[in-house]
């Protein structure tokens, strides 16, 4: 392998053929360059996706109340249950599989802090909504389980909510004041907001969360839910418990089996897994035309060393009438096929690697953030995956030319030259 007869040899040879050198390793080093590239860009568009999904908990399904559709025993169509605690309370007893459940009532609301007054919804939740959503807090903290069970006056704001009311460079003194929320007054004990700001997730700026059991003694909300998010427990899956959480319902307000309404649901689980499965065959799909562009360069690389034994043949033969063996031939092909698929492939690996990186540079550095573009990146394991296959196409693309020149015979060689 270190021989250094063979490696003058090969890069003499290299040297005398520059321009063939050069187009051979072109087609190698594009090909795998356009591997990584693309492998790139494709996890610029999940990440952008996955990133909407922000740190919501994934294993999760949202349940809520819908104007029935049919009658059903006595109750007529265009009825909406009430869902409420004590639902609530049944699922957790007779759903097996059931990790937490949060749910959410929402009133309009009217905040105050001494002479600022502004109209933000009210939410009344558990401690649990906060790992549903994956907010984050920003200054103190969430609504917590002593809350709950003490009934506490205590209240967080969104981010937003805490500018207006106490000033944009002093929001994060709201802490420990009081504000009146419909003529109630609450402690403000944290100030928190979405992971990260989509359009769909403004809301949660400019909303206030007190505890569930406090909106209802406070408001005369009377138990009332308005929607809730069920998790499964790890070794469960969300679909698995779905139908059972629907059916109970169902059953417990008096809502028609085949009522496709009454009773609505999304499971974000599902959903999650069909996105990771659309780029899981983009990945796939990218692998498959990148690896097929290298080919073409390894062919490319192959039909070269193939003229390169055509041409060497008087060599090949003067080089086994002086004893060498069909192994020491083989193995000298098979590394200049190797040096130059390695080289050429290493050089597209690194391009491609340092133009994804710079296009996530210059994003960062603009502050440029796409709906469907974001983080491009190259993993580590693309990297070695790519080292990988150039080793083994570099030696398949010299093993034909490598054997036939094993079968020179000497006697022939030097007589056809």
């Not at 309404?261 to 990771?276: A, T, V, Y």
């Not at 698929?341 to 210059?362: E, K, P, R, W």
């Not at 440029?368 to 394991?381: A, G, I, Q, R």
């Given at each position: 392998?270190?021989?250094?007869?063979?490696?003058?040899?090969?890069?003499?040879?290299?040297?005398?053929?520059?321009?063939?050198?050069?187009?051979?390793?072109?087609?190698?080093?594009?090909?795998?360059?356009?591997?990584?590239?693309?492998?790139?860009?494709?996890?610029?568009?999940?990440?952008?996706?996955?990133?909407?999904?922000?740190?919501?908990?994934?294993?999760?399904?949202?349940?809520?109340?819908?104007?029935?559709?049919?009658?059903?025993?006595?109750?007529?169509?265009?009825?909406?249950?009430?869902?409420?605690?004590?639902?609530?309370?049944?699922?957790?007893?007779?759903?097996?599989?059931?990790?937490?459940?949060?749910?959410?009532?929402?009133?309009?609301?009217?905040?105050?802090?001494?002479?600022?007054?502004?109209?933000?919804?009210?939410?009344?939740?558990?401690?649990?909504?906060?790992?549903?959503?994956?907010?984050?807090?920003?200054?103190?903290?969430?609504?917590?389980?002593?809350?709950?069970?003490?009934?506490?006056?205590?209240?967080?704001?969104?981010?937003?909510?805490?500018?207006?009311?106490?000033?944009?460079?002093?929001?994060?003194?709201?802490?420990?004041?009081?504000?009146?929320?419909?003529?109630?007054?609450f402690q403000v004990v944290g100030i928190?907001?979405?992971?990260?700001i989509q359009p769909w997730t403004e809301?949660?700026?400019?909303?206030?969360?007190?505890?569930?059991?406090?909106?209802?003694?406070?408001?005369?909300?009377?138990?009332?839910?308005?929607?809730?998010?069920?998790?499964?427990?790890?070794?469960?899956?969300?679909?698995?418990?779905?139908?059972?959480?629907?059916?109970?319902?169902?059953?417990?307000?008096?809502?028609?089996?085949?009522?496709?309404?009454?009773?609505?649901?999304?499971?974000?689980?599902?959903?999650?897994?069909?996105?990771?499965?659309?780029?899981?065959?983009?990945?796939?799909?990218?692998?498959?035309?990148?690896?097929?562009?290298?080919?073409?360069?390894?062919?490319?690389?192959?039909?070269?060393?193939?003229?390169?034994?055509?041409?060497?043949?008087?060599?090949?033969?003067?080089?086994?009438?002086?004893?060498?063996?069909?192994?020491?031939?083989?193995?000298?092909?098979?590394?200049?096929?190797?040096?130059?698929?390695?080289?050429?492939?290493?050089?597209?690996?690194?391009?491609?690697?340092?133009?994804?990186?710079?296009?996530?540079?210059?994003?960062?550095?603009?502050?440029?953030?796409?709906?469907?573009?974001?983080?491009?990146?190259v993993k580590l394991e693309v990297g070695?995956?790519?080292?990988?296959?150039?080793?083994?196409?570099?030696?398949?693309?010299?093993?034909?030319?490598?054997?036939?020149?094993?079968?020179?015979?000497?006697?022939?060689?030097?007589?056809?030259?």
């Amino acid at each position: 392998m270190f021989d250094r007869d063979t490696w003058q040899e090969i890069l003499g040879t290299l040297r005398k053929h520059k321009m063939r050198t050069f187009l051979t390793a072109f087609g190698v080093f594009w090909g795998i360059f356009m591997l990584i590239f693309m492998l790139g860009m494709g996890s610029g568009l999940k990440n952008a996706v996955f990133k909407n999904f922000g740190n919501r908990a994934k294993n999760v399904m949202y349940v809520w109340s819908n104007a029935t559709s049919k009658p059903y025993k006595g109750f007529q169509p265009g009825r909406v249950p009430r869902l409420n605690l004590e639902d609530i309370d049944y699922l957790y007893e007779n759903v097996e599989g059931v990790n937490y459940i949060a749910p959410r009532t929402t009133i309009p609301g009217n905040i105050t802090y001494k002479e600022n007054a502004e109209a933000y919804d009210i939410r009344g939740e558990l401690s649990d909504m906060i790992t549903v959503e994956g907010y984050k807090v920003y200054k103190g903290r969430y609504i917590q389980p002593s809350d709950v069970e003490e009934s506490r006056k205590v209240i967080v704001l969104g981010k937003r909510v805490a500018e207006v009311m106490f000033g944009k460079g002093k929001w994060e003194d709201a802490i420990g004041k009081y504000v009146t929320a419909n003529g109630v007054e609450f402690q403000v004990v944290g100030i928190f907001g979405p992971e990260f700001i989509q359009p769909w997730t403004e809301d949660d700026l400019e909303t206030t969360v007190i505890p569930l059991t406090t909106m209802h003694k406070a408001f005369g909300t009377a138990g009332r839910i308005h929607y809730f998010a069920l998790s499964a427990l790890p070794k469960y899956k969300i679909s698995d418990l779905e139908d059972q959480v629907k059916t109970i319902l169902q059953q417990r307000h008096y809502v028609a089996p085949d009522d496709p309404r009454g009773i609505g649901g999304f499971n974000l689980e599902e959903q999650f897994d069909k996105m990771s499965g659309l780029f899981l065959g983009i990945s796939i799909f990218l692998w498959i035309v990148g690896i097929g562009t290298l080919i073409a360069g390894i062919i490319g690389v192959s039909n070269i060393m193939m003229i390169v034994v055509k041409e060497r043949t008087r060599e090949i033969g003067i080089r086994k009438a002086l004893g060498a063996t069909p192994g020491v031939i083989i193995r000298s092909i098979l590394i200049e096929s190797v040096f130059i698929t390695l080289v050429s492939g290493y050089l597209g690996l690194l391009s491609g690697t340092l133009l994804v990186g710079a296009i996530d540079f210059i994003m960062e550095t603009n502050n440029v953030s796409l709906d469907m573009f974001y983080n491009p990146e190259v993993k580590l394991e693309v990297g070695i995956g790519a080292v990988v296959i150039l080793v083994i196409a570099g030696t398949l693309a010299g093993l034909i030319p490598a054997i036939m020149a094993a079968k020179v015979n000497p006697v022939l060689a030097l007589k056809n030259e």
